[in-house]
């Protein structure tokens, strides 16, 4: 069964930093691109980063210079890392990953996986 799981949000001050993570877990073939979305209340949810398998990394144009993403192949884990937070990062923050894994059929199969999602609030 594969999971991801993500690290607990936090309550933060403006300015203030917090740094997510996202793990993956099953009998993982291999992990392509992987990534971040959130979710702020009464609006759709939106893309953060994605990095892919090389560690090539792309971000929503607004976030550039405040959010890093990273990821530990090894360790199939992904982060991300929010500087210099305002309150209209907050929101519910999701992590996916696109991977193969092998199934209880000894099968490989391709499918995107989410995270449970993590709740952040920041406040001024």
């Known amino acids: 069964q594969v999971q991801l799981v993500e690290s607990e949000g936090k309550d933060v001050q403006a300015g203030g930093s917090l740094r997510l993570s996202c793990a993956v877990s099953?009998?993982?073939?291999?992990?392509?691109?992987m990534g971040w979305y959130r979710q702020a209340p009464g609006k759709a949810r939106e893309l953060v980063a994605i990095?892919?398998?090389?560690?090539?990394?792309n971000y929503a144009d607004s976030l550039k210079g405040r959010f890093t993403i990273s990821r530990d192949n090894a360790k199939k884990t992904v982060f991300l890392q929010m500087n210099s937070l305002i309150p209209g990062d907050t929101a519910v923050y999701y992590c996916?990953?696109?991977?193969?894994?092998?199934?209880?059929?000894?099968?490989?199969?391709?499918?995107?996986?989410w995270g449970q999602g993590t709740q952040v609030t920041v406040s001024s």
């Open positions: 990095t892919s398998s090389g560690g090539d990394a």
């Open positions: 099953g009998n993982i073939l291999r992990i392509d691109d």
């Open positions: 996916y990953a696109n991977l193969v894994y092998i199934d209880y059929a000894s099968q490989y199969v391709a499918q995107k996986y």
